[in-house]
């Protein structure tokens, strides 16, 4: 797919202030720190898009970005961020489960994962509870540069695998660095063909 504008277009603190359109959605979300913003602004090519911050976990809405005039890609906010106070937390929570739970227009879930680190639970419990809520997600390896491209794969392959003691079928996974531009065009074809559906 080629990116031809990608514009942003509102953040909203609950699904019900979401756009209304029927588009189809793209949701990106992941631990703080994982590299989803710089993720998204290399999708884009767009550097100041979604805005990559020296400080964790700063975006704490649904936000929406139009791309192409045709699908929205929606950056969700950051998991797991210790320095969040509990009730924060919480809400952060109901927020991205309301969204994700009740959004009909989103089609698929990126969760985004550092290839340098091992399976954390918190990851594995937010894709237990995806696939148990029956939500169509699928996984992106970030910084791969920081491994090199053999050892990334190798590790993204080792992480898929520990999936497996709990899941009798694996979804599909991307390698990605948005330093080196790794990734980005499976990422995207990937997209337009559940578009195209
Ligand atoms: P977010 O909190 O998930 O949005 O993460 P950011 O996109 O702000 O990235 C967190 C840190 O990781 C920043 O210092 C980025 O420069 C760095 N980073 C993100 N992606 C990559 C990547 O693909 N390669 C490398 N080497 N560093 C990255």
């Given at each position: 797919?080629?990116?031809k504008?990608?514009?942003?277009?509102?953040?909203s603190?609950?699904?019900?202030?979401?756009?209304?359109?029927?588009?189809?959605?793209?949701?990106f979300?992941?631990r703080?720190?994982v590299?989803?913003?710089s993720?998204?602004?290399?999708?884009?090519r767009h550097?100041?898009?979604?805005?990559t911050?020296?400080t964790?976990?700063?975006?704490?809405?649904?936000?929406h970005?139009?791309?192409?005039?045709?699908w929205y890609?929606?950056?969700?906010p950051?998991y797991?961020f210790?320095?969040?106070?509990?009730?924060?937390?919480q809400?952060l929570?109901?927020?991205?489960?309301?969204?994700?739970?009740?959004?009909?227009?989103?089609?698929?879930?990126?969760?985004?994962?550092?290839?340098?680190?091992?399976?954390q639970?918190i990851?594995r419990?937010?894709?237990?509870?995806l696939?148990?809520s029956?939500?169509?997600?699928?996984?992106?390896?970030?910084?791969?540069d920081?491994?090199?491209i053999?050892?990334?794969?190798?590790?993204?392959?080792?992480?898929m695998?520990?999936?497996?003691d709990?899941?009798e079928e694996l979804?599909p996974?991307?390698?990605?660095s948005s330093?080196?531009?790794?990734?980005?065009?499976?990422v995207l074809?990937?997209?337009?063909?559940i578009?195209n559906e």
């Open positions: 797919m080629i990116i504008t990608a514009e942003y277009s509102i953040s603190p609950t699904v019900g202030q979401c756009p209304n359109d029927t588009k189809n959605e793209f949701a979300i992941g703080s720190n590299g989803k913003s993720l998204i602004n290399m999708l884009c550097r100041g898009l979604a805005k911050s020296a964790p976990g700063k975006t704490l809405m649904i936000n970005f139009i791309i192409n005039k045709e890609l929606v950056d969700l950051g797991g210790a320095k969040r106070s509990k009730t924060v937390q809400k929570e109901q927020m991205i489960a309301g969204y994700i739970l009740q959004r009909q227009q989103l089609v698929c879930t990126f969760v985004l994962i550092d290839v340098r680190h091992d399976p639970l990851d419990e937010f894709i237990d509870w696939g148990e029956n939500i169509p997600f699928a996984i992106i390896f970030t910084k791969a920081k491994l090199g053999v050892k990334a794969r190798a590790a993204a392959s080792a992480w695998e520990k999936m497996r709990r899941w979804p996974y991307f390698i990605t330093d080196k531009a790794i990734g980005r065009d499976e074809d990937y997209i337009e063909s578009n």
